[in-house]
């Protein structure tokens, strides 16, 4: 069982940044491939972006140009770095890992889940 835990949350304004990060347990991190999601009160739990145990980046259209994914595998962590943040960013947004190290935007494709941070976003 592989534990996950995201920081880096909270309550920013319009036009600011932050950045997410995703600690993990266990020793193949490598080998996992990372995403990011994000659920907003009301809606569907939604991809946002994940890179793979190749390096290879997928980003969902409404981040795409916005947001970036990056990994430290030294580190056993995954970072999402937020810019221009907007309203529709307010979310919680979970870290992911799938053991394949293929995942993309299906949530299914994910084996391991983190407890999530909040992303406030206010005009």
């Known amino acids: 069982q592989v534990q996950l835990v995201e920081s880096g949350g909270g309550l920013v304004q319009a036009g600011d940044s932050l950045r997410l990060s995703c600690a993990a347990s266990g020793s193949t991190f490598s080998t996992y491939g990372m995403g990011w999601f994000r659920q907003a009160p009301g809606k569907e739990r939604e991809f946002v972006a994940s890179?793979?145990?190749?390096?290879?980046?997928y980003y969902a259209d409404s981040v795409k140009g916005r947001f970036t994914i990056s990994r430290n595998n030294g580190k056993n962590t995954v970072y999402v770095q937020m810019n221009r943040l907007t309203v529709e960013d307010t979310a919680v947004y979970y870290c992911?890992?799938?053991?394949?190290?293929?995942?993309?935007?299906?949530?299914?494709?994910?084996?391991?889940w983190g407890q999530g941070t909040q992303v406030t976003v206010s005009s």
């Open positions: 890179i793979t145990r190749w390096d290879k980046t």
């Open positions: 992911a890992a799938d053991r394949e190290g293929t995942g993309f935007r299906f949530a299914g494709e994910y084996d391991y």
